[in-house]
Structures are given as C-alpha cells and as structure tokens.
C-alpha cells in the first residue's frame, strides 16, 4: 500500500464526528473523508461528563465556546462529587484545579499534613478553589485566578454539531449499514466496505468507530479482547434522562451503592442519570428499581440497559485499521474518560498518520502508547473500588478484598507509608487527582516529607489562613453558574 488519501470512518456518533471534524480540519487538504453511519442503528449516547483537555482539542478546531454550549444544552464541570465511596453518607470532591500551594520538596498535601498533626487546620479540599466554587455552585471565566473547567454535554446534540461543523470542510456523509468487511487476499488489510444498499466504499485507511461491536477492528481483523472484570466488575449500566428541578451545579455527581454507583449530569435543558452495576449482585430490574427511586424530577425517557465488557483490544491499531472510542474497549466513566479516549486516539492518529503507507514502526508506536495510557487510567478508576469503604455488601467487600495491579498496589502502599505520589511522564491525572481521592476515600498516610517542617509554625499558620480566605473571597465575587450562562451564552 503506497499514498493513504482515502480515510473511510465507520460510525458517527461522538467518537465519529469528532474524527471527522478534526482529520477535515487539520488534515483536510491532504485526505478525502468518508463517514458511513446508519440513523437506523442507535448509539449508546450516554457519555455526557468530559475532562478539561476536550478544551484544547475545541480550540485546536477553532470552535467558539458559546456557539458549543449553545448548540449541545453544555454547563461548565469544575470536577466530580464522589457521595458514599469513602463511607456512607460521606462526600469528597476530586477537582480538576490545584489544590494549595506545593514547595520544593513536595506538594501541597505534605504540608497540610503537618499541619493536620500539630494544629487545628480546614479540610483538605477547602485550599482548592474549584470544589469552593463548585459547592457554591458558581463559575466565572477569566480573572486573576482562571478556574479549571470542563463540561458536561448532550452527546447525541455534540453529534450533530460536529457534523454540522466538518461537512463544510469536505467530509461526506453516507447513510448506510456495513454488511460485509472486504480484505486483500495477500495482506490482509481491509479494501471496502459493502453496505445493505449493494454499493461499495473503496479507502486507504479505516477508523473504526462502531462502538462495541467492533466491526472492523475485531469481527473483521481479530485482534481480540484483554478482558479486565476480574478487577472492574461493573459490567452493566442503566439510564434515564429527567427533567431539571434546580439550578444546574457545576460538578458531576457519583454516588456510590450497594453494587455499584449512580451519576448525575446536570445540562441546561434536563439531566442525565444512570447506574453502573455488577450483574453478579444485582439484575436489571432491581438496578432500574433503585435508580428511578433515586433520581430527581420527571423521567423523559425509559430507562435503558447498557451491557459492556471492561477491557480493552489487545490492538487500537491493526494493518490500515484504527478503533475509536468503544470500538476500542470500555472504562466505566467513573471519572469521565471516555470522549477524553477519543481525542486522544485521534490527535495520535492524526500525529503518526501513515501518509506515505502503513509502516509496522507507526502501529507498534500507536499501540505502546494506547496501552500505557489505558492502563493508568484502569489503575486510576481500580483505586476508588480497591479502597471504597461504602458497607459490608458482597461487591464491596469482593472489591476491597481483590488483587489489583502491581503498579496500583504500589502506588497505595508508597502513599499510604509516606504521602508520596509520583505522576508519570504522560500520565492523565495529576498529583492533585490521586491525593484527594485517596485522602478522601480513608487513606491517611503515617507520615510526610520533613522538609514541610522547615516552615516555622507561625508562618505556616498565616500561609494556611491567608490562602484560605482568599478562596473565599474569590469564590463569593462570583455568579452562579446560571446567572453566568445567562449572560455568557444565552
């Protein structure tokens, strides 16, 4: 295969439209686009919380944020309420902003730490001005300390407004279901497409975005399946859309259950509710029972079942063929990574891009990136079951009782002995992120670094009560976040 100029993708939904918009306008010049979708076949269409980065990627497109929050019903996301994981009627906050302020020698939750065992000292979340805006429930842009935000976002609106973005760049649409993968005989690599309307669509290179099923990357290449229930045994989800009875809140909300946990979306229009559960310890009616006993407002739809499989292809990338978001594997979105996924296969993609053909150098690199990526956002998502204290349920206890990764049962024991994390180069989330999760799950580490000892103690009393006050201060300056998207985008 010489000159890749045909990229064929195969679904829309979230994850097909954002790799149509961003190949049309990055790459656009160089590539005839074709996006093959059926409006017969329903998406899943429930992954509506995204992560700050999806800001970069809009940018990178040129999308104009008010447009966007328009378009798709979208509110700001300063991070996620976690209720009942770190004991019942318990609530921690993991923001998407810096929580204190580091030093040298570490960061900002040794010297809290200190703190903690010689005086009286606040929570460790009120030094983060993003949870305090998010529990006032207000959001500003810009000023002299910019909040950290994301979004949360109708997936099924997204859809539609990046396909209204990219085909003004070029890229066709073809109404159509895939009946048959058609592969050169000698490399294997798949030629065209066959839909149920008899034609045929010829390309270079292929992205699979045909969710679970994986029609090209696993029925038609085989790449198989590196199944990780026994660690994430969550493998079932149901939901359902209700009306909005209050102001929108700027944070998701994960609330944590006799078999799993229930989230909640807050949009302009409405909200989106659902829960991801264990089959093994609770069936779907008993899972729809206690969600519709748990959501707030008016349902608009009824609920539906979800069924996933948690894991990943042991491939993202084989012969001229790329997966994209579940067509590549499924990490529950407990911590809103599934459109994050998506982007970054595609800016992946899009960077090792085989212009001149496919060379087994770019695969091999695409893929040792895609696994290391996956597997710090599986050891991520491990740790809130691993170390969850919810009640003596079976789920919760298998949970606590389980083996986990060796690199996760690291992590835990080098925090929990001496506050010390490290992020890895590449690595999605941050310091900030394991800190508040395992502080606000009952780790409490024995000890810290000693260097936040070298602060006399009445400087680090005025540093602690000074940066706190400003937070405040900061915080009540602020709109809500309705009096906000009122003025901003309305």
Known sequence: MNTIKRVIIVGGGTAGWMAAAAFSKMLGSQLDITLVESDAIATVGVGEATIPPIRAFHHMLGIDEKDFLRATQATFKLGIEFSNWGAKDTQYFHSFGSTGKGFWAGDF??????????SKVETFAEYCLETQAAYAEKFALGGKHPLNYAYHLDAGLYAQYLRRFCEPLGVKRVEGKV?????????????????????????????????????????????????WSHWLLCNKAVAVQTQSVKEPAPYTQSIAHDAGWQWRIPLQNRTGN?????????????????????????????????????????????KNCIALGLASGFIEPLESTSIHLIMTGIMRTMLLFPFEGIKQSLIDEYNTQLTAELEDIRDFIILHYKVGKLNESEFWRHCRAMAVPTTLAQRIA?????????????ELFR????????????????????????????????????????????????????????????
């Not at 939750?109 to 010689?118: D, F, Q, S, T, Y």
């Not at 519709?292 to 609920?303: F, Q, R, W, Y």
């Not at 506050?419 to 890895?424: G, S």
């Open 431 to 490: 310091v900030d992120s394991w800190v508040q999760v395992m502080l606000g799950q009952g780790i409490m580490p024995a000890s810290f670094h000693h260097a936040a000892l070298q602060m006399p103690k009445t400087q680090l009393d005025d540093f602690l009560t000074n940066y706190h006050a400003g937070i405040k201060h900061y915080t009540s300056t602020m709109p809500t976040q309705k009096q906000f998207l009122s003025q901003y985008c309305s």
């Open 179 to 227: 009946l048959n993968v058609n592969l050169d005989n000698d490399s294997g690599v798949i030629r065209s497409l066959m839909l149920d309307s008899g034609s045929i669509i010829e390309g270079d290179f292929f992205i699979d975005c045909s969710g679970f099923q994986g029609l090209l990357i696993e029925k038609a290449l085989h790449v198989g399946y590196e199944d």
């Open 274 to 318: 659902g829960f991801v559960f264990c089959s093994q310890y609770m069936t779907d009616e008993q899972a729809k029972k206690l969600l519709l006993e748990n959501v707030h407002g008016k349902t608009i739809n009824e609920p539906r079942v979800i069924n996933f499989r948690p894991g990943r292809r042991r491939k993202g990338w084989e």
């Open 109 to 118: 939750h040794h010297i809290w730490l200190r703190a903690l065992h010689e």
């Open 414 to 426: 080098l925090f929990s002995e001496t506050a010390q994390i490290f992020k890895k180069q590449d």
